[in-house]
């Protein structure tokens, strides 16, 4: 059985628990607070990384490199396009996603430059909003580990009262993510609440 270490709140997290419900694999949840890592976490990954997957007797971590061994290792169901060229936007657009949207999350969760921030995040939303009008998913009619690395931020957008109405494109992409069983089932007691509130 796959043993997840996982942080409840953290999108990172999140994304590897999507992929472990998209592919209906056994797993074993240790929930930590990532201030607060016990020594037997440590002694297993001593960066202190979260996620992190063991499996195998074989320890991953970093969210990204995490999730392709996943899918390579379980390949149904795929979640990476068939084609190399592809497969390279996918790793590009994910790529894009760590780089771009997540620390506009994290910078917003923080409240640092808190106006600033939710300007910038509303206009990577617009740039999104115009390039979903072309197609269902990140990558073309195929649902991706691009679209499980975006998907946990659009899903904290609304708690960071940040409104989405306004984009029919991305609503109607978040309706798809967040409409996939595998997606409610990965998410934790916290992200339940989150919505709730």
């Known amino acids: ?30 929930e930590l607070e990532p201030d607060n890592l016990p020594a037997d976490f440590l002694e297993l990954n001593p960066y202190g990384k979260l996620p ?34 592809e497969r390279a936007q996918m790793r590009l657009a994910i790529m894009r996603i760590e780089e771009e949207l997540y620390p506009l999350y994290a910078d917003a969760v923080a ?48 708690p960071l009262g940040i409104d989405t109405s306004a984009w029919n494109n991305l609503e109607g992409y978040m309706d798809r993510l967040f409409e996939r069983p595998a997606f409610e089932r990965s998410l934790s007691e916290h992200e339940q609440m989150m919505r709730e509130f």
């Open 1 to 30: 059985m796959i043993k997840l270490y996982s942080d409840p709140r953290c999108p990172d997290s999140h994304r590897t628990r999507i992929v472990l419900a998209e592919k209906e694999l056994p797993v074993s949840i240790v």
């Open 52 to 85: 992190t997957v063991v499996d195998r007797d074989i320890v991953f971590f970093e969210p990204s490199v995490v999730n392709e061994y996943l899918d390579e290792r379980y390949p149904h169901p795929a979640l990476k396009p068939g084609s190399p060229a």
């Open 111 to 158: 409240g640092r430059k808190k106006s600033e921030t939710v300007r910038k995040l509303k206009e990577y939303l617009a740039m999104l909003d115009t390039y979903l009008s072309r197609q269902p998913y990140f990558i073309g009619n195929q649902y991706t580990l691009a679209d499980v690395t975006i998907a946990p931020v659009l899903y904290r957008l609304q």
